[in-house]
C-alpha cells in the first residue's frame, strides 16, 4: 500500500494538523485571531487538511471509531 494510501499516515496528518494549531493558537486571544488574516487562513488550511483526510480513512475503521475519544 502506498504511503499516502495508508490509514494510518492518514492518521498521523490528522494528529500533526491538530497539534500544529492547538500550538499556533496557544496564546492568541479570540479579537487577534479574528484580527489575523494569517492565522484564519492557517486554520482554515488545517481543517481542510483534516478533513481531506477522514474522508480518504476506510469505512471499517469509521464504523469501528465513529466519534474521536
Known amino acids: 500500500m502506498a504511503a499516502a494510501k495508508?490509514?494510518?499516515v492518514r492518521l498521523y496528518h490528522i494528529r500533526d494538523e491538530?497539534?500544529?494549531v492547538t500550538l499556533t493558537l496557544?496564546?492568541?486571544d479570540f479579537d487577534?485571531?479574528?484580527a489575523s488574516y494569517s492565522l484564519?487562513?492557517?486554520v482554515e488550511r488545517a481543517l481542510h487538511i483534516i478533513s481531506e483526510a477522514v474522508k480518504?480513512?476506510?469505512d471499517d475503521?469509521?464504523?469501528r471509531y465513529p466519534t474521536p475519544d
Do not use: E, H
Request: glycine fraction near 4%; charge should be neutral.
Open 6 to 8: 495508508n490509514p494510518l
Open 18 to 20: 491538530i497539534q500544529g
Open 26 to 28: 496557544a496564546d492568541v
Open 32 to 34: 487577534s485571531y479574528a
Open 40 to 42: 484564519k487562513r492557517t
Open 56 to 58: 480518504a480513512l476506510p
Open 61 to 63: 475503521l469509521l464504523d
